[in-house]
């Protein structure tokens, strides 16, 4: 037999990339809806895993703008800018999957963990304390 396994309507047929994007969408959708005038110049956008220039993992010291779990980074606030061809940039806040999805044991865990580090990264973004765009104060 030859072609798809399921359906493409049914969520199996999705893969893991899909599946995951479809979770960040629900996990960043409270944050969105309660400060969406705030949001309008930032992007949210995945990564398989993050780009790592040092040569040794012990070495590397991340600032502000990374989540870290035991020295593995999970998102990254990027600033607005500018590009090597002149032109400006938004501000995005860079995922990385694989890392998220090691540290979660479930689907449940996945979305949870996503949106604490939105949480965090919005509030690194908006310059206010994540209890505050979690809905916390």
């Known amino acids: 037999m030859r072609g798809p396994l399921y ?5 199996a047929a999705k893969s893991r990339s899909q599946r995951f994007d479809a979770l960040v969408l629900e ?4 944050i969105e809806q309660r400060w969406q005038t705030e949001l309008t110049q930032l992007d949210v956008a995945v ?3 993050p780009r790592i220039e040092a040569t040794s993992p012990e070495s590397v010291v991340w600032g502000d703008d990374v989540v870290v779990d035991s020295n593995v980074p999970l998102a990254r606030l990027v600033p607005a800018g500018v590009d ?3 032109f400006p940039t938004r501000a995005r806040i ?3 999957r694989r890392p998220l999805e090691a540290r979660a044991r479930n689907g449940g865990d996945l979305t949870d963990l996503l ?3 939105l949480v965090e990264q919005v509030a ?3 310059g206010l304390d994540p209890g505050v765009i979690g809905g916390n104060q």
């Open 94 to 96: 860079v995922l990385y």
């Open 84 to 86: 090597r061809r002149g």
């Open 47 to 49: 990564d398989e895993v």
């Open 124 to 126: 690194n973004y908006l």
């Open 27 to 30: 996990a960043l959708d409270p």
């Open 7 to 11: 359906p493409s309507s049914v969520p």
């Open 115 to 117: 949106h604490d580090v």
